[in-house]
């Protein structure tokens, strides 16, 4: 009996399990069988590892051999676990000392001449390695940049199966073979922001994405084709702060898993941007897919922007997956053998026609459509959808007297944005909030000062049926935004009334 051992890391959602590679060889006829709850990916790694182990010249073991992934219970998938469950055969077979494997982490796909093929999913699978007191990992080369910024990890990146064999004293030939090259997923790719300076007018718009910026509020703006929504909206990155530490790694380990990472740049220190089109489905939007589900645009945009242009031509199936994470910045993707869990803390961005032809605000054109028309097309947006976002306003077509003047560029105004931010640092210290966005309605108002008609205009809404008790929450969160914005430590009642516009799309309550 001869048994090799040796370490791998599954994961679910974002989170890794350390797992341990057994391989036995018994006297029997020859046979391959792989147990522990690997999935069809998985299961194709015994042709895979026999055909990488024999073209790198080293003996295949003519016995039986099972190899075990521990705990079984863990339900195991992708080719991550090649490598590992190859070293661990050779292990078994004794072709190098089984014991020098025994405690190293092994990463990574093997093609059918001996290279090793980048994963995905390699920075939250050595930061759990390591987490385990496991910080010896050998990944393949590709992705040795991305595992080697975790810290603690001692990584090791080989281009072949021969060159990790040749690490722990097997003999066998290093063959010259350029590194596999990853396969980035669609998204990867990131793309400079514009700046604000480039969109003329529309100052009511500019300060709300402003207020959305500073107090991490979602936004909803409504307007003619052609008056700059879509301008607005990929610009509000780039008012956003750096990401800090924590959150880098959070948002690098769900574009690892995605496969949209490039390591080249580091950790991911800007605040991510997604746009996807209004054909995506709802798992492309919120995550899923055949096997280990994998996150969609709204866990890619967590601690960034999702953008959603032309909302009203997304299907509703879509619009209404977005309620859950809105509300408690997390996806959860159910699935028969378990759930995964990807963070999607995102700042929401809709832009819209206000009707199917897009003359009905601020064009001067006569609206062709129908009301009933009218009230079918912007009806896609669900209403209890509407009620969390905290900014509606609506961009009017811009006239010709407002393109004179220079207008603020995005430095200026990331510069205000930066001083909220920190004023809403300093306040939330300690809790589990970050910004105004996040806060429950109660605090809010347990921090108000000691006028009691402060929010007179909020309290009329909610009488009138105008707002709800959650938009009421709302217009309170913006108000402490409007306030931080001025430098005021607690809102005045102009401050209230300028949330209630933001609130309404200027129509008061």
Known sequence: MALGRTRAVGLVGLSGHVVEVEAHLASALPAFVLVGLPDASLAEARDRVRAAVGSTGL????????VNLSPAALPKAGPAFDLAVAVSVLAASEAFEPDRAARVVHLGELGLDGRLRPVRGVLPAVA??????????????????????????????????????HRYGAAVLLPDVPVAPPVRAAGGHRR???????????????????VAA?????L????????????????????????????????????????????????????????PHHTATPASIIGGGSGQPRPGAASRAHRGVLFLDEAPEFPTAVLQTLRQPLEHGEVVVHRAAGA??????????????????????????????????????FGKISGPLLDRVDVQVEVP??????LVGAAESTATVAARVALARAAQAARWAGTPWRVNGEVPGRVLRERLGPDADLLDLVDQGVDRGTLTLRGADRVLRLAWTVADLAGRAAPTRDDVGRAVALRTRGQGT
């Open 214 to 218: 500073a107090g991490g509020h979602h």
């Open 192 to 210: 400079p922001p514009g700046d604000l300076a480039d969109v003329l007018g529309q100052a009511e718009a500019r300060g709300a994405v402003e």
């Open 220 to 275: 909803l703006l409504v307007g003619p084709p052609g008056a700059g929504k879509t301008m607005l909206a990929s610009r509000l990155p780039g008012l956003l702060p750096d990401l800090d530490e924590a959150e880098a790694v959070e948002v690098t380990a769900v574009h690892s898993v995605a496969g949209t990472f490039d390591p080249e740049g580091g950790l991911l220190r800007r605040p991510p941007y997604e746009d």
């Open 59 to 66: 003996t295949w073991p003519n016995r039986r051999i099972t």
């Open 128 to 165: 759990a390695a390591v987490a385990a007191g496991l910080r010896d990992v050998v990944v393949p080369e590709a992705d040795a940049a991305e595992a080697a910024l975790v810290p603690g990890a001692r990584v090791v990146g080989c281009r072949t199966l021969a060159h990790v064999a």
């Open 340 to 377: 995964a869990r990807y963070p999607a803390r995102f700042q929401l961005v809709l832009a819209a026609n206000p009707c199917p032809c897009g003359r009905a605000i601020g064009t001067g054109l006569a609206c062709s459509c129908r009301s009933l028309e009218r009230r079918r097309y």
């Open 397 to 402: 077509a811009v006239r010709r007297a407002e």
